[in-house]
């Protein structure tokens, strides 16, 4: 009998653990019991408006176009496209806001990316890090872009594609993440989007 009951209960613990790994693409995808340094999944959005979000910056190098807050089917993310800008050049930034690097060790990055109309590989989202932006002036930072997979010209329809996971360790102090999109008015006017972004530590 007692054995009969433990193989119930074993059985009972082990369907419970696989329905609870299920989970939808749209999820954060965060190791199990990772300390998480930080999170943004972009939910507390204002449809269609120019990003602002409190420590964020969002900053056109080149043209007028910024990051947009956008939602679908209540899953906020931001956005950035040159279209309909008819500029020779729109460059914007989405910078996250200051980590401490030396509170943690292992740290990783992760995140979603998504692109629709984009047909060429000028027209681009790149990721670069930075210790020594100063919060305001951003092309006075030294940047460094790290190795990350991204969505491009061959992911389009809106599929979001995981960065993989990127090795932060290296650094310390103060630590700021950079998505970069490329882009112009005419021949590169595709959008892309960036979602579910998680800095966790791996020790």
């Known amino acids: 009998m007692k054995n009969k009951f433990l193989k119930t209960v074993l059985l009972a613990t082990l369907f ?3 329905a609870s790994s299920c989970v939808n693409d749209d999820d954060f995808d965060i190791p199990a019991l990772r300390p998480i340094i930080y999170s943004e999944n972009f939910n507390e959005i204002d449809y269609n408006m120019t990003f602002d979000y409190a420590d964020w910056t969002n900053f056109a190098e080149a043209g007028t176009k910024k990051w947009i807050e956008r939602e679908f089917r209540d899953d906020g993310y931001i956005q950035f496209s040159s279209f309909g800008s008819g500029e020779a050049s729109n460059i914007g930034w989405a910078i996250s806001p200051a980590m401490d690097m030396d509170a943690y060790t292992g740290e990783v990055l ?3 990316s998504a692109t629709n109309f984009v047909d060429n590989p000028a027209n681009k ?3 670069f890090v930075s210790s020594d932006y100063d919060g305001t002036n951003v092309l006075a930072a030294t940047w460094t872009q790290v190795d990350a997979v ?3 010209e061959t992911t389009n329809g809106y599929t979001y594609v995981s960065s993989g996971n990127i090795d932060l ?3 310390t102090g103060t630590l700021h993440v950079a998505f970069k999109v490329t882009g112009n008015g005419t021949s590169l006017d ?8 998680v800095i966790y ?3």
Do not use: P
Request: charged content about 20%; overall charge negative; proline content about 0%.
């Open 169 to 171: 360790s290296s650094y």
């Open 16 to 18: 419970l653990g696989v």
């Open 190 to 197: 595709g959008l892309f989007q960036v979602d579910k972004i």
């Open 110 to 112: 992760t995140f979603k």
């Open 150 to 152: 991204v969505a491009d």
């Open 201 to 203: 530590s791996s020790n």
């Open 125 to 127: 989202l790149e990721v």
